[in-house]
T-cell receptor, first 117, second 111 residues
């Protein structure tokens, strides 16, 4: 079974630009979560999608947004990039939320390394 | 927001040594997961512990869940260079639908 895939793997942007990152979950997984990882802050939760609906959102500004498609694939968008947005963005999939019979065991993709200049 | 602390933050040892890393919280975990992340890759799930006092073994790795389900430890016996990586614990707290990750322990095992 193929793992979680993320594209692109590396991205360089300049301040003020916007970026879209893509994530394809493991086949059969319906929940997708996004995390930002930086050396200083560690892994911070951005948002979670299940059945095309955002179920949870972390403490990030509105410049960070996402969506999920009917095939469970997900995208996240960051608008008006700032230097501090430079990070590894990780996507994780799981079967589904606990209340829907899933668990919180996350299966991560390799991440997208975003550098903002 | 639930707080989850890992210690030590960084550990540099020689091949063959033993080590233990810790994950602690002031709140009770419903379950706790350990992940390992290698440079340039995403975290990989190693184990999930659910029951207080539970001990799970994965080859040279031993995971223990505290009786009160507020702490966990990961012990590596005879560490090898291939064990190098960032070890993350992630807590699943009752009433919270998302995982809370610790900042991790960076382990470097030198030949």
């Amino acid at each position: 079974k193929a793992g979680v895939t993320q594209t692109p793997r590396y991205l360089i942007k300049t301040r003020g630009q916007q970026v879209t990152l893509s994530c394809s979950p493991i086949s059969g997984h319906r929940s997708v979560s996004w995390y930002q990882q930086t050396p200083g802050q560690g892994l911070q939760f951005l948002f979670e999608y299940f059945s095309e609906t955002q179920r949870n959102k972390g403490n990030f500004p509105g410049r960070f947004s996402g969506r999920q498609f009917s095939n469970s694939r997900s995208e996240m968008n960051v608008s008006t990039l700032e230097l501090g947005d430079s990070a590894l963005y990780l996507c994780a999939s799981s079967l589904g939320p606990k209340r829907s019979g899933g668990s919180n065991e996350q299966f991560f993709g390799p991440g997208t390394r975003l550098t903002v200049l | 927001t639930q707080l989850l602390e890992q210690s030590p933050q960084f550990l540099s040892i020689q091949e063959g040594e033993n080590l233990t890393v810790y994950c602690n919280s002031s709140s009770v975990f419903s379950s706790l997961q350990w992940y390992r992340q290698e440079p340039g890759e995403g975290p990989v799930l190693l184990v999930t512990v659910v029951t207080g006092g539970e001990v799970k073994k994965l080859k040279r790795l031993t995971f223990q869940f505290g009786d009160a389900r507020k702490d966990s430890s990961l012990h590596i016996t005879a560490a090898q260079p291939g064990d190098t990586g960032l070890y993350l614990c992630a807590g699943d707290f009752a009433g919270y639908s998302t995982l809370t990750f610790g900042k991790g322990t960076m382990l470097l095992v030198s030949p």
